[in-house]
C-alpha cells in the first residue's frame, strides 16, 4: 500500500481506454464504496448514492442509454448507437455518484452537492490505493433527463459524475500543474 501522501501527490486518472480487467473484487468495491461514503456530510444527510455498473449491468444500462439517445437523435448512425451501448462495457467497473441534494432547513444545497463531490474524489483516492486506474467523467447522459431516468433516477438526483474503474495498462505521466504562486493568495 503506498505511502498516503506520496499518494495524493502522485494521484492521476487514467484514460478510459487504458483500463481493462480485471477490475476490483467484491470485497475491494465494498471497500472503494465504504470510503467514498466516508466524507463531510453536514448534518448526517447522506446527500449521495451510488449506482454500481458491472457485469452484465453495464450492458443493459448502455442497452437503456443507446435507447435514449436513439430518441433524442433520430439521424443517429448505428455506429453511434453501438458506441453509446458500450458506453460501460469499456471497463470493469463504472460507478455513478449521484446527488440527492434537496432543500434543508440548515443545509444548503451546495454544501450537500460538494459532499457527493467529494465522495466522487475518494473514490477515485481508493482505487489508486488499491493499485486500480480510475476516472472520473460526466458525459451527456449526466446533463440529461430521460437518460438519467432510464440509469434509475428520481427527478431530484443528479449525477456527479461516472467513475470508470479497471487495470491501468498504461503508465500515467504526470501533467504540468500549477505554481503555487500562481493559485495561493493569502489574506
Do not use: C
Not at 15 to 24: E, H, K, Q, T, Y
Not at 122 to 141: F, K, Q, S
Request: glycine share 6%; hydrophobic share 50%.
Amino acid at each position: 500500500m503506498p505511502d498516503a501522501l506520496d499518494l495524493l501527490r502522485t494521484r492521476r486518472s487514467s484514460r478510459i481506454m487504458d483500463l481493462v480487467a480485471p477490475g476490483p473484487s467484491p470485497a475491494e468495491l465494498d471497500t472503494l464504496l465504504t470510503i467514498a461514503a466516508r466524507v463531510p456530510d453536514h448534518g448526517k444527510l447522506a446527500p449521495w448514492r451510488f449506482i454500481v455498473f458491472e457485469g452484465e449491468g453495464r450492458a443493459r444500462a448502455g442497452a437503456a442509454l443507446a435507447q435514449v439517445f436513439a430518441a433524442l437523435h433520430p439521424d443517429a448512425t448505428e455506429k453511434r448507437l453501438e458506441e453509446e451501448q458500450g458506453r460501460f462495457a469499456r471497463v470493469p467497473l463504472v460507478i455513478a455518484v449521484v446527488s440527492r441534494a434537496a432543500p434543508h432547513v440548515k443545509i444548503p444545497e451546495w454544501e450537500q452537492l460538494l459532499s457527493s463531490a467529494a465522495a466522487a474524489e475518494n473514490l477515485l483516492i481508493a482505487a489508486a490505493a488499491l493499485g486500480y486506474g480510475a476516472t472520473w467523467v460526466t458525459e451527456w447522459p449526466t446533463y440529461e433527463e430521460q437518460a438519467r431516468a432510464a440509469l434509475g433516477l428520481a427527478a431530484h438526483e443528479r449525477i456527479t459524475g461516472f467513475v470508470y474503474v479497471g487495470t491501468a495498462t498504461q503508465a500515467l505521466e504526470d501533467r504540468p500543474r500549477p505554481a503555487l504562486a500562481d493559485i495561493v493568495t493569502r489574506f
